[in-house]
């Protein structure tokens, strides 16, 4: 490390490590090597080794896995909202794997919100699912899924890590996924997403509603699904009316 080059020390060390990230020798989603191995390698005190560090994070070439360490950002997951597709099709689309860990599956009294959404009666129970999806084993999105009862209770008793719910429907229980209402918006990460996607709370993320329909219009399954903001990104194309 040349120490009179006038340039900051701690924007030598970040040159050379962003460098390495660029020519592969630090691959995406590698764990970068820690500040005391950076301390001696560089032989840099820690603060500098740490603001050199921080700047890989401000640029977005790497980032803080609480309790892990630090990583070699992977590449954003784009998804397209011009068709009907689950999470793992769209995750495994980009050649990486997308298993799920299971939270929890239950029997609840649907929400003011679950009812409208499912067009139940009020009083009615559904399936609640919480899952985690992952990419490459890194949390990507929370996923809440809502389904009526009587498909519900076939559904949980699936491997849930491992078969996607838009699969079962189909191809196990034979029923047709037709059209999707999305609502998507931008907010701040809830305790329990936060805690779920492994971010800080308050940490920005995209959240979706999606409520499925099958034949005759009728809706078989409702999700809020919350996305890690920096780790996945929306596109679309869009036709203008000739009437403009």
């Given at each position: 490390?040349?120490?009179?080059?006038?340039?900051?020390?701690?924007?030598?060390?970040?040159?050379?490590?962003?460098?390495?990230?660029?020519?592969?020798?630090?691959?995406?989603?590698?764990?970068?090597?820690?500040?005391?191995?950076?301390?001696?390698?560089?032989?840099?005190?820690?603060?500098?080794?740490?603001?050199?560090?921080?700047?890989?994070?401000?640029?977005?070439?790497?980032?803080?896995?609480?309790?892990?360490?630090?990583?070699?950002?992977?590449?954003?997951?784009?998804q397209g909202l011009t068709e009907l597709t689950g999470?793992?099709?769209?995750?495994?689309?980009?050649?990486?794997?997308?298993?799920?860990?299971?939270?929890?599956?239950?029997?609840?009294?649907?929400?003011?919100?679950?009812?409208?959404?499912?067009?139940?009666?009020?009083?009615?129970?559904?399936?609640?699912?919480?899952?985690?999806?992952?990419?490459?084993?890194?949390?990507?999105?929370?996923?809440?899924?809502?389904?009526?009862?009587?498909?519900?209770?076939?559904?949980?008793?699936?491997?849930?890590?491992?078969?996607?719910?838009?699969?079962?429907?189909?191809?196990?229980?034979?029923?047709?996924?037709?059209?999707?209402?999305?609502?998507?918006?931008?907010?701040?990460?809830?305790?329990?997403?936060?805690?779920?996607?492994?971010?800080?709370?308050?940490?920005?993320?995209?959240?979706?509603?999606?409520?499925?329909?099958?034949?005759?219009?009728?809706?078989?399954?409702?999700?809020?699904?919350?996305?890690?903001?920096?780790?996945?990104?929306?596109?679309?194309?869009?036709?203008?009316?000739?009437?403009?």
């Amino acid at each position: 490390m040349q120490r009179n080059t006038g340039e900051p020390l701690c924007a030598q060390i970040e040159s050379v490590l962003s460098y390495e990230i660029a020519d592969g020798t630090l691959s995406a989603g590698v764990q970068i090597p820690t500040e005391d191995h950076l301390i001696v390698r560089f032989r840099m005190s820690r603060i500098t080794v740490r603001r050199a560090g921080q700047n890989l994070v401000n640029r977005g070439l790497v980032e803080i896995r609480r309790g892990r360490g630090t990583f070699v950002t992977l590449p954003r997951i784009t998804q397209g909202l011009t068709e009907l597709t689950g999470s793992v099709e769209d995750i495994e689309a980009l050649g990486r794997r997308a298993p799920a860990r299971l939270i929890d599956k239950r029997i609840v009294n649907a929400s003011e919100g679950v009812v409208r959404q499912l067009s139940l009666i009020k009083g009615r129970k559904v399936v609640r699912l919480q899952r985690v999806r992952l990419a490459d084993g890194l949390s990507v999105s929370f996923e809440e899924t809502y389904l009526p009862l009587e498909i519900g209770e076939k559904i949980i008793t699936n491997d849930l890590e491992k078969q996607p719910v838009f699969s079962l429907l189909e191809h196990k229980y034979k029923i047709p996924l037709l059209e999707a209402e999305y609502r998507l918006e931008a907010v701040t990460a809830e305790a329990d997403a936060a805690e779920a996607l492994e971010i800080a709370q308050g940490s920005p993320i995209f959240r979706i509603e999606r409520a499925s329909y099958t034949t005759g219009g009728a809706p078989i399954d409702y999700e809020r699904l919350h996305y890690r903001g920096d780790l996945v990104r929306f596109v679309t194309r869009l036709l203008r009316s000739s009437s403009k």
